[in-house]
């Protein structure tokens, strides 16, 4: 049996009764104005915003799961209206639906493909979910729309440095910080970020910033408490072998891409690359060109461009994504690849004629292992012309207060044979300045026989 048609006159009742309902609400007495929602509806059953005002109405009251089936009754009714929906986003987030919620998020962002509140619910929706990459897209949308946004930066910069990526993580909080200096949370997840870079003494100066603004009993303030007590930011990010974190390396030169070429040539006379040529030309079979060339840590290019004359194939691999787009820009490399150089090197075997190395095996520790790669990697007869800092002790492999790691001869010639390599020149030379002292170091050419 179908449903009997209104009543012609009953319009006016209804949206008198709705009128009334409206009144109620604004004037904060919800009991009226469910009774006259519920009326309405009595009324007119298809009423689309009698629906929608008792859904509103059930969610202030605490009642989400009614409000939303009120919601979506009001939403099939008359779909489409970005208010509505946002409301049952809410209501069905409140219910613990999270997949339901971020559905409903989706749709309204269709609508309303900026709305950063439904970015906010969606982003909460996803973290319940555990997908926290695409909460972070959405989290990304909230703050870039508006950088006042400190609980959602400081979620967002929590995310990022779990995800990783730490220096994403604190571009983003700056202009956050300008703007809110003292939201504690996101002073916490900042410190947790420099911690991630290894920068101690920037995550500490941020934990003690948090616990100036943090409520005592908040997490923040728990966080940061247990940071600087446990001792956690005093470990320093090496791995037993002494080399840095590839996570800080990245970083580092991700930071200093732009300045890099300026730098390294104005300031401090790097010759590295220069001295690498050098070595190769003074083999006797070395050709003008044809040779397929891998550029390991190859940086903006400033090796590669040198060496891009012997090249038929000249490839490039670096951490810093950054660094990569500096080397793209000469327009010399036929490849270029934005990750760890041992993955590059594990990929193929017998491939590469030359592969050079200029001034990056001082981010290794113990170089047994990417040797053992090189060669692998080398075709019969290749050669690696790399450079290292010189450790004074001849097995050394030594750390530097900046982080870098020096080589002695010893350490190079014992890993350089375990891995089969011969070695066909070596050579102490200056590698450029810091703070105006020079940094000796070696130039080598090895061979795969
Ligand atoms: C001092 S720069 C030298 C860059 C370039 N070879 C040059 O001579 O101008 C060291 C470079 O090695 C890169 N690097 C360090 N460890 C690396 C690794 N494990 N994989 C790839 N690149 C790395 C750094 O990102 C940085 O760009």
């Known amino acids: 049996m179908s449903a009997m048609p209104p009543p012609a ?34 009324v007119d059953p298809a009423c689309a915003e009698a629906w929608g005002g008792l859904g509103a109405v059930l969610a ?4 989400p799961r009614e409000a939303v089936a009120a919601l979506t009754r009001a939403d099939t009714l008359d779909p489409g209206l970005p208010f509505r929906l ?35 619910i969606l982003a909460d929706q996803l973290l319940r979910l555990g997908d926290s990459a695409a909460a972070a897209t959405a989290l990304r949308e909230v703050v870039l729309g508006d950088p006042g946004q400190a609980d959602a930066a400081a979620t967002l910069v929590g995310l990022l440095t779990d995800q990783n990526d730490p220096l994403a993580a604190l571009e983003l909080a700056q202009p956050t910080l300008r703007r809110v200096p003292d939201h504690a949370a996101l002073h916490f997840q900042i410190g947790r970020a420099w911690q991630r870079l290894g920068e101690t003494v920037k995550a500490v100066a941020a934990w003690r910033r948090c616990l ?21 930011h005093v470990t320093p990010p090496v791995s037993p072998d002494h080399a840095p974190d590839r996570l800080y390396v990245r970083a580092l030169f991700d930071r200093y891409a732009e300045r890099f070429d300026a730098d390294l040539i104005g300031r401090l006379g790097y010759r590295a690359p220069h001295l690498m040529r050098e070595a190769i030309q003074a083999l006797p079979d070395i050709g003008a060109g044809g040779l397929d060339i891998l550029d390991l840590g190859c940086g903006t290019g400033l090796a590669g461009v040198l060496f891009a004359a ?58 047994g292992p990417v040797l053992t790669a090189v060669a692998r990697a080398l075709r019969r007869g290749g050669r690696l ?9 001849d097995d050394g492999v030594v750390p530097t207060p900046s982080r870098r790691v020096r080589h002695g001869a010893g350490h190079l010639g014992r ?9 066909v020149s070596l050579t102490p030379a200056t590698l450029r300045t810091e703070k105006q002292e020079p940094v000796g170091g070696l130039v080598f050419v090895l061979e795969r026989p």
Do not use: K
């Open 385 to 393: 012309a790399a450079t290292v800092e010189q450790a004074q002790e």
């Open 415 to 423: 890993t350089a044979a375990a891995a089969g390599l011969v070695t």
């Open 60 to 63: 202030e009251t605490g009642r």
């Open 86 to 120: 946002a409301a049952l986003a809410a209501a069905e987030a409140a219910c613990g639906e999270p997949a339901a919620a971020a559905a409903t998020c989706r749709r309204w962002l269709t609508l309303c493909p900026g709305s950063a509140p439904a970015h906010r």
């Open 310 to 367: 012997h090249a038929r194939v000249l490839a490039g691999v670096d951490l810093a994504p950054r660094m990569i787009e500096q080397a793209r820009r000469r327009g010399i490399y036929h490849h270029l690849e934005a990750g760890d150089l041992m993955t590059v090197l594990e990929r193929e075997q017998n491939r590469w004629d030359l592969i050079i190395a200029a001034d990056v095996f001082t981010y290794f520790g113990d170089l």
């Open 212 to 232: 100036t603004f943090a409520e005592d009993t908040s997490p923040e303030a728990a966080g940061a408490q247990a940071a600087l007590s446990a001792g956690a």
């Open 9 to 42: 006159d009953s319009a006016f009742t209804v949206a008198a009764l709705l009128a009334l309902g409206h009144d109620c609400r604004y004037a904060d007495d919800l009991t009226g104005a469910e009774s006259r929602f519920s009326q309405a509806i009595a």
